[in-house]
């Protein structure tokens, strides 16, 4: 007798969707978590991350074995693996943008980590172009040099492979009219705002919201000229505290007795409060249910998170975030 097996087919690395609604996660190379079996509420992976490497013309991969357990997801899950290079305190963007060859090699260097490893697309977090807040080196030209990479960038990825870029939430140092027609997705990091007695991710603006709120980091980038269906809403697993309090990722915070949650129904999210002082600001379920609500009423791409692994054990957070997103119960 005749036996048919039915196999899954891998998923084609760089043929991606350009339409459809967004799930990112942040996934780091300093920890050994694995998003199992939880790809099934992921659209995307971004590695964090590469950098740019020493001689200003190249891409390093920190733990590159970690990277391709990543891509090994894409066997079975239909996930999206984007390499994201840079982060907070990731220099060498300014000298390497800041001539037309170093700009050409270090695109030419993505293309060919994109080929090697079987990724979709490269994510850049430069921190932030003319800035130096990070203890990085910039230059006022850095603004129009960013735009000038990601022109090249494209150019190297071609139209099949994910070009993206984290931007800080009042949308700040980059010129997004240059750079849209090169990019597919803008990550706004609508985190690390405000400290206590301030929210770090309020939703709306009240009295205790941070520098920007979501609804206004939103405007900014519109503002800007950046298309709503190219927005995506950062949103963190972490929370920021008072000095002393301990681990703030959301796993350790829904541990602690010794705090009591209070809810700002204006600001939509929630805060920590101990003998009567705000201690921690922070997201939970349900604010992130009013942020997806909220992600999608504005026609906003989707949302995408750091970290992964500062979830807890049930996937509270990241649930809350796929069903938001999928419309699902």
Known sequence: ????????LPMQAGKHKDDGPVVAAYVTGWNADMPLPDCSVLTHINYAFGKVSKTYDGV?????????????????????IVLSIGGWTAGGFSEMASTERRRKAFAKDCKRIVKDFGLDGIDIDWEYPSCSEAGIISSP??????TLLMKELRKALGKDYLLSCATVADAKFVDFKAIEPYVDLVNIMMYDVGNPPYHHAALYRSEMSGRV????????HLDAEMPVNKLVLGVPFYGRSVKGFGDTAYGALVKRNDVT??????AKVPYLVKDGEFVCTYEDAESLSWKCKFIKEKG?????YWEYRCDDEAGTLRNAVWNGIMGQP
């Open 1 to 8: 007798m005749a036996c048919m097996m039915m196999l899954m």
């Open 141 to 146: 030209a850095d603004i129009d040099n960013f």
């Open 60 to 80: 390093t991969i920190q733990r590159p074995d970690r990277l391709r357990q990543l891509v090994e997801l894409k066997k079975e899950h239909e996930v999206y």
């Open 213 to 220: 709120t979501a609804e206004e980091a939103l405007q900014a």
């Open 261 to 266: 949650r209070m809810w700002d129904d204006i």
């Open 300 to 304: 906003m791409r989707g949302a995408m």
